[in-house]
């Protein structure tokens, strides 16, 4: 088993940043694919980013590309969600999650793909 805990949400103005962090634990493989997903009130669960490590490929919503980068530090169990330029409708709670496949780009943003998730943070931007 796997174990996922985010932190580092909160309340931010809109324009501000935040850095999401994810913690892992357990039977943790660095072959894993590491993703961050978002859910706001009466929305769906929907993809933020990802990263595959064995390719060095990180994969963007394009809602959040050139705002948002995805970072991972193997040797802390860490992954990463840099978030800048927040707005409004960034606001949601945001999950990371990890999966022991060798997903392709078209896959990683499928949340069924995705084995493990944590708990989840709580992002609110607003004024």
């Known amino acids: 088993q796997v174990q996922l805990v985010e932190s580092g949400g909160g309340l931010v103005q809109p324009g501000g940043s935040l850095r999401l962090s994810c913690a892992a634990s357990?039977?943790?493989?660095?072959?894993?694919?590491m993703g961050w997903f978002r859910q706001a009130p009466g929305s769906e669960r929907e993809f933020v980013a990802a990263?595959?490590?064995?390719?060095?490929?990180?994969h963007y919503a394009d809602r959040v590309k050139g705002r948002f980068t995805i970072s991972r530090d193997n040797a802390k169990n860490m992954v990463y969600l840099q978030m800048n330029s927040l707005q409004p409708e960034d606001t949601a709670v945001y999950y990371c999650?990890?999966?022991?496949?060798?997903?392709?780009?078209?896959?990683?943003?499928?949340?069924?793909?995705?084995?493990?998730w944590g708990q989840g943070t709580q992002v609110t931007v607003s004024s």
């Open positions: 999650a990890a999966s022991r496949a060798s997903l392709i780009v078209s896959e990683m943003s499928r949340s069924g793909n995705y084995d493990y």
């Open positions: 990263w595959r490590g064995s390719l060095n490929t990180r």
């Open positions: 357990g039977r943790t493989s660095s072959t894993y694919i």
